[in-house]
């Protein structure tokens, strides 16, 4: 079955304590990226990778990171995290070779900053 | 740069009456468009999309049509069901963004909640 998993599904967290939200695809996708949800804001992203080893900044980038080192992992890291970025984060994947506009996405984690 | 607009919400409707959801866009290259949905407490589902000028997308008995003259894809359904209660957002992913490809850019969510 193809699918995008996310773990944890929950986390509540205090100021500053480094986290890490996993994100796997199964279906050997080059595109992966990250949203943030936000209550009349939509989702907007945080980051992408284009392949393994290849990311960017998105629209809302600042406090996090990312890293791919393998296909199928996309994980999103906070090093610092702060009550802003309290939300709902969403990971999705997309093939673009060939090109395909079906995107992917994950259940969604809800993450508390205290 | 890229950008979607919603109806504001919340909808509020009676089962059986006629839904519509406007959605207009800005896009500087040819993009496709999209509405998902995320049902209480669940991630997003691809309700619909539609990749070229003047097609419809449709499913589950929603429809919506890409109308490049007014930059809108507006999604209707003629008989709402309480089952329909949700978030719906209007999406776009621009295929001449360069390295941008691949991205959604969303609006801002309607929340539609139908009564019995």
């Known amino acids: 079955e193809a699918q995008v998993t996310q773990n944890p599904r929950y986390l509540i967290t205090v100021t500053g304590k480094k986290l890490t939200v996993t994100c796997s695809q199964n279906?050997?996708?080059?595109?992966m990226s990250w949203y943030r949800q936000d209550p009349g804001l939509g989702l907007r992203q945080i980051y992408y990778?284009?392949?393994?080893?290849?990311?960017d900044k998105g629209d809302v980038p600042e406090g996090y990171k990312v890293s791919r080192k393998e296909k199928r992992n996309f994980p999103l890291i906070l090093e610092s995290p702060s009550p802003n970025q309290t939300s709902l984060y969403f990971c999705?994947?997309?093939?673009?070779?060939?090109?395909?506009?079906?995107?992917?996405f994950g259940p969604g984690t809800r993450l508390t900053v205290l | 740069g890229d950008s979607v607009t919603q109806m504001e919400g919340p909808v509020t409707l009676s089962e059986e009456a006629f839904l519509t959801i406007n959605c207009t866009y800005t896009a500087t290259g040819y993009p496709s468009l999209f509405w998902y949905v995320q049902y209480p407490g669940e991630g997003l589902q691809l309700l619909l999309k539609?990749?070229?000028?003047?097609d419809k997308g449709s499913n589950k008995g929603f429809e919506a049509t890409y109308r490049k003259e007014t930059t809108s894809f507006h999604l209707e359904k003629g008989s709402v069901q309480v089952s329909d209660s949700a978030v719906y957002f209007c999406a776009l992913s621009d295929r001449a963004g360069g390295t941008s490809y691949g991205k959604l850019t969303f609006g801002q969510g309607t929340i539609l909640t139908v009564h019995p």
């Open positions: 999705a994947s997309i093939r673009t070779i060939p090109s395909t506009d079906t995107q992917y």
């Open positions: 279906m050997n996708h080059e595109y």
């Open positions: 539609a990749t070229k000028a003047d």
């Open positions: 990778s284009m392949n393994v080893e290849v990311t």
